[in-house]
Every structure is written in C-alpha cells, then in structure tokens.
C-alpha cells in the first residue's frame, strides 16, 4: 500500500465531499516501444500491447488498496489555518467571496493540508467513451433537467462536455476516444 497525491478540481472536490464521486479517469500514458514488464488492468481481460506482443502503457497511477490525498485549491487564513476553495461560493455575492483568501493552485497543496483521503478499490484501462450512464454518474455528473424534471441531458453527455474542457486542448477529447485508467474509490472518513 502506497499514499499517493491526486489533483481535483473545486466542482469533482464538492462532488467527493457530497457523495456521488466515486470514480476518475485519467489519460494512459504510452512507452512506444518500450517493455515495462506490467501486464495490466482491464475489466474484459483485455491487454494493450505494441506491434511486437510487449505491452506498451506504464504501470497504473495507483493499485487497488491504495490511499490518495486529494489536493485541492487552498489557502491559509489569517490565523494560519488551512482553507479550501470548495467550501467557499462561486462567486463575489456569495457569504464569503473567493477574493477573500489568497487561492493557491492545487498543485502545491501539501500533504499536511489534506483534508480529504480516498482507498482505492479497483483500477483498469478503457476508452473513455465506454463509460456508461451509470459511470458517468459515478464519475460526479448528474443529467441537466428541465424545469419540469425531464432530462434534457444525460449524466453521460454532461461527462462527455467535462472531458472535452479538461482534455480536448490536449489532443485527448472526447473524438479521439483515448484509453483512460479509470480508479474507482472511496472516501475515508477522517
């Protein structure tokens, strides 16, 4: 068992917090033609291999029994307390408006500020748009509904436009269909 960091965004942070985040995908990283001696994860016992029967992705970002620490966007307040970006409103005419800290980047969030720890349970490789309606829901997103509660947009479609705005400027959207680790997770009480 290893204890590993893992970036979140304010809104996938609320939805841990809430409950309904249960999952992550994240881009596989390719060798080329490199033998990383790993035969990998995959729920259909599919293995991704190169042109010459090596396998050709790195090992997985985590192993199921895993703890991760969340970082998230943080601050210190005044009394030099840890803040966290996703306890705060959206916006200036919220009760505390985010102008009142001074965010940092959830990238140089340290270990000792981490409020939020997750085990994980199981990892595998996918193309990202295998995931299903239940996945997409598992992964923090909740269909748009209209104002009488039809559903104008499934769980799935509200994923599918997250992953193009994190990962489309990257080469990785949506159309390209990239193979994901996906990790699946649960929160450990404090």
């Known amino acids: 068992m290893m204890e590993r960091p893992i970036l979140f965004g304010t809104p996938m942070v609320r939805a841990i917090r809430e409950g309904r985040k249960t999952q992550t995908r994240r881009v596989v990283k390719f060798l080329g033609n490199r033998n990383p001696n790993w035969t990998g994860y995959a729920k259909d016992g599919l293995q991704l291999y190169n042109g010459r029967n090596e396998p050709c992705i790195t090992k997985p970002p985590c192993q199921p029994g895993d703890l991760l620490w969340v970082r998230e966007t943080w601050g210190k307040d005044d009394n030099g307390e840890y803040v966290y970006r996703a306890n705060?409103?959206?916006?200036?005419?919220?009760?505390?408006?985010?102008?009142?800290?001074?965010?940092?980047?959830?990238?140089?969030?340290?270990?000792?500020?981490a409020r939020i720890w997750l085990k994980v349970n199981a990892v595998w490789v996918d193309k990202v748009q295998n995931i299903s309606?239940?996945?997409?829901?598992?992964?923090?997103?909740?269909?748009?509904?209209?104002?009488y509660g039809v559903v104008?947009?499934?769980?799935?479609?509200?994923?599918?436009?997250?992953?193009?705005q994190g990962y489309a400027r990257r080469?990785?959207?949506?159309?390209?269909?990239?193979?994901?680790?996906?990790?699946?997770?649960?929160?450990?009480?404090?």
């Open 88 to 113: 705060y409103g959206l916006t200036e005419d919220d009760s505390f408006p985010p102008s009142m800290f001074r965010w940092k980047p959830s990238i140089h969030m340290p270990k000792a500020a």
């Open 171 to 190: 080469g990785y959207g949506w159309g390209a269909n990239p193979w994901v680790w996906v990790i699946e997770f649960e929160v450990l009480k404090p």
């Open 133 to 147: 309606e239940d996945e997409a829901r598992a992964e923090g997103c909740l269909p748009l509904l209209d104002r």
């Open 152 to 164: 104008m947009i499934a769980a799935r479609g509200v994923y599918h436009a997250r992953w193009d």
